[in-house]
């Protein structure tokens, strides 16, 4: 099943209008991203914290602490599917509204939990609680920030304005680290082990709250007003798209989330690097992929999704493992080693760029919230969710230190072989 164009996606909404979806649409993603970035960042906190009783081991706090983290991702395909058909049913806009509200204050109460030391063992279960009500909200998120930026999109643009969806993931990720980065420089550490970590949680709540106000403002988009009823798919080809569109974005959910989030804590519990040294080169990596997602998305409305995806995939699968041996190199540079993470986060934005209106091209109005969102959740939920989990077991569990490397490797090359079978000119 593929929806190339529709009538109504082909016509221009007011500029206005277009610029008010778009904001609307990316600052949901915005937080939502800030926030995950920030448990990623903060894990090695989080986990003595939460998850290390006194005497008890780093590593093992570290994987219960990614456990966590994966176990929020596999609530998304969750909210995908419950907040998808009801934006397919009553609008993106309401459904917009609602998972925003929801979502803020989950993250919010995770900075005013109480911790191991005061609550013994209730404190995780606190968490993990609240980290997968996050996951629920969140995976009603993505499906419907896309189908508002790509339905309100002028002919021809649907793949730049889907870039500035995950162009706001890499701000997000960029707001997260930097803060992160900021707290780490001005406080000392046992302030930011006591208290510091708590901020960036709590700042959610502002965000919040002007990101409600700029959704209260949202517009239906023209598309669900006048083709909601139309071009009902089959179960089965509605299960097939999800599965084809998982498997095309999978090798940007698992290298995405290995070199921008999953990165701080392996150069710290692996490569012994300080907390300073992994949050400035994950800000970097983020710099990178931040810096080629709109070019790429805005070349993809020229030449075609397949070619410019397929290359990310292409380059991560091939680059990866020097990428990364650059930076176990002892006698490399730091300025060598800030190269090789700028060009781990440049070569993922090539994917992360088209994603969106690849995937929003792959569906019908009566079910693009519902089938892009499940296709995103899902992939992110074992791609994503899991990289830290996968990736600090397996160092665990073998001693290599390659592991990373190669599980943002292998997972690119599977997506290269989903994004060979875009026909060429589908989703342009």
Known sequence: MSAPAHDSDLRAAPPERSRRALLAG???NFIEWYEF??????????AARFFTPEGGSEVEGLVRTYASFALAFFFRPVGAALFGRLGDRIGRRPVLILVIALMTAATTLIGALPTYATVGALAPWLLTFLRMLQGLFAGGEFGGAVSVMTEFAPPGRR????SLQSFTVALGLLGGGGLAALLATVLDSGDLEAWGWRLPFLLTLPLGL???WLRLRLDETPSFREERELERPSGREA?????????????????????????PSYLQSTLNATFQQALVATVLANLGFAATIVPAGLLSDRIGRRPVMLTGALLVTVLAIPLLNVLQGSETSNVVKGVAVLTAGAVVGLMAGPGPAMLSEMFPTSVRYTGLGLAYALSNAVFSGCAGLIITETIKRTGSVDIPAYYAAATCAVSALALATLRPGQGS
């Open 37 to 46: 970035g920030v448990y990623g960042y903060f894990a090695t906190i989080i």
């Open 210 to 212: 002007g990101a409600l």
């Open 159 to 162: 793949g730049l304005y889907g």
């Open 26 to 28: 990316a600052v949901g």
């Open 239 to 263: 299960a097939k798209a999800i599965a084809l569109g998982a498997t095309r974005i999978m090798g940007w959910a698992a290298a995405g989330y290995t070199f921008l989030v999953v990165l």
